[in-house]
């Protein structure tokens, strides 16, 4: 069952009551961007307190420091103007529920949606499946705070990103709803 009639009936009233918002400068208004997991349960402009036109937030995966994302930082810093950075993982993430072996795996044998048992992913289609998924740093993570620690580290020492962009690290809480500081990602992330 498709989606399709419900988000064309959601934009309906979206634009019914979009107002003044088509008026709104390109430049993030508040000049920051955050990278974050594409996680459902995460919801960046609530648990950051944004409004349209805010801040850049950009979405992939465990919320990892991967080229594209830091193609989009770069771009958001250099033609945007953002000033500050915020790499945000986030509890109970999928991308800790398997490896890139496991992953891989998967895909060789189908690329129909897999099952998640209490021993982890296991495939249920029928193939065929394929072998691209080799070529490919999935960039899981097996500890939250050494992953956040890691992005930040890799795009602080990214040669496209200047020294004078803060980039702090955190970890939001899917329980709680707060967001936990990694020190050691703020260090990394620290204007030196």
């Known amino acids: 069952m498709s989606v399709l009639n419900e988000v064309l009936d959601a934009n309906n009233k979206y634009v019914e009551s979009f107002g003044e918002k088509g008026k709104l400068a390109l430049p993030p208004a508040r000049q920051f961007a955050i990278l974050t997991?594409?996680?459902?349960?995460?919801?960046?402009a609530k648990y950051a307190g944004l409004?349209?036109?805010?801040?850049?937030?950009?979405?992939?995966?465990?919320?990892?420091a991967s080229d594209d994302a830091i193609r989009s930082l770069v771009i958001s810093y250099k033609l945007l103007g953002t000033?500050?950075?915020?790499?945000?993982?986030?509890?109970?993430?999928?991308?800790e529920f398997f490896t890139d072996e496991v992953i891989r795996g998967l895909l060789s044998k189908s690329?129909?949606?897999?099952?998640?048992g209490a021993e982890?992913?296991?495939?249920?289609?029928?193939?065929?499946?394929?072998?691209?998924?080799?070529?490919?740093?999935?960039?899981t993570i097996a500890d939250q705070a050494v992953s956040v620690t890691d992005d930040v580290e890799r795009i602080r020492q990214h040669?496209?990103?200047?020294?004078?962009?803060?980039?702090?690290?955190?970890?939001?809480?899917?329980?709680t709803g707060k967001l936990i500081e990694?020190?050691?990602a703020t260090r990394a992330g620290e204007v030196k």
């Not at 249920?124 to 691209?132: A, D, K, L, M, Y």
């Open 83 to 95: 000033k500050e950075w915020f790499v945000i993982h986030h509890s109970n993430c999928g991308m």
């Open 51 to 64: 409004s349209e036109g805010d801040a850049h937030v950009i979405r992939n995966a465990g919320g990892r």
């Open 111 to 116: 690329l129909e949606t897999a099952a998640l």
């Open 159 to 175: 040669p496209l990103v200047p020294k004078n962009i803060p980039i702090y690290g955190y970890i939001y809480d899917v329980a």
């Open 120 to 139: 982890g992913f296991y495939d249920v289609g029928s193939g065929p499946g394929s072998n691209q998924g080799t070529y490919i740093d999935w960039l």
């Open 37 to 44: 997991c594409m996680d459902a349960r995460l919801d960046p």
């Open 182 to 184: 990694v020190k050691t």
